[in-house]
């Protein structure tokens, strides 16, 4: 019973990271970018 619990707990945070993922590509976010290009290494926009 426990371990359906928990496989319901992380089923749900995992869902909720993609479902975050998604939202900021949406925006043009990138989720690898800090947003100080001066560390950048790739062209910042």
Excluded: P, Q, W, Y
Excluded at 1 to 30: E, H, P
């Amino acid at each position: 019973m426990g371990t359906i619990i928990v496989l319901i707990i992380l089923i749900v945070c995992v869902i909720l990271a993609l479902k975050s993922i998604m939202k900021n590509k949406k925006k043009g976010k990138n989720f690898s970018c800090g947003g100080d290009c001066s560390r950048c290494n790739e062209k910042c926009m």
